[in-house]
């Protein structure tokens, strides 16, 4: 993990919520949309260091809206509603989905991007695969496991496979 990638280690991202459906005061909203949409309780009481909406805002509801940013105080939070989200899948927020996901720096984000793309190339071949946080791919072929950390590994491990 590199230096600004764990700047960013408290962040979530909030995906899908209607665009200015906080008013003016994101950071009041997340706090007070994050535990009734989750059904979470939190000890010490949730905290925000900031918040913010990604891009200037629309004017038309019904448009994609925005992704939001928070940064919280608390590491153990962040875990906390993270691991929820992804056991529970979606949230629905005033009929709109609601999706939650670290957010990382652009350099990882990419790399995830291009790990991702090539899943389906993993399957044809009969790989397993998972990919970590933040962008880390392992991957198991014939019983041997291999951890790769840069996406153009995987594709020239990939082209061995197929030449």
């Known amino acids: 993990m590199d230096l600004e990638d764990r700047g960013h280690i408290d ?3 909030f995906f899908g919520t209607p665009e200015w459906g906080e008013g003016m005061n994101v950071k009041a909203f997340l706090l007070n949309t994050i535990p009734t949409t989750t059904g979470l309780t939190f000890s010490p009481p949730l905290e925000l260091r900031r918040a913010h909406r990604l891009g200037s805002m629309r004017g038309d509801q019904e448009a994609r809206p925005h992704h ?12 906390q509603i993270l691991s929820a ?4 899948g979606p949230y629905m927020y005033e009929g709109r989905e609601l999706r939650l996901a670290h957010h ?16 389906p190339q ?15 791919m392992w991957i198991t072929k014939d019983g041997k496991s291999k951890d790769i950390l840069d996406p153009q590994a995987l594709h020239q491990f990939l082209n061995s496979l197929l030449s």
Not at 68 to 79: G, N, P
Request: proline share 2%; glycine share 2%.
């Open 104 to 119: 990382f720096s652009l350099d990882t984000n990419e790399k995830r991007r291009v790990f991702l793309a090539l899943r």
């Open 85 to 88: 989200a992804q056991a529970h």
């Open 68 to 79: 939001m940013i928070s940064c919280f105080l608390h590491h153990d939070q962040v875990r």
């Open 11 to 13: 962040n979530v991202r």
């Open 122 to 136: 993993l399957r044809q071949l009969d790989i397993k695969f998972g990919l970590f946080e933040p962008a880390r």
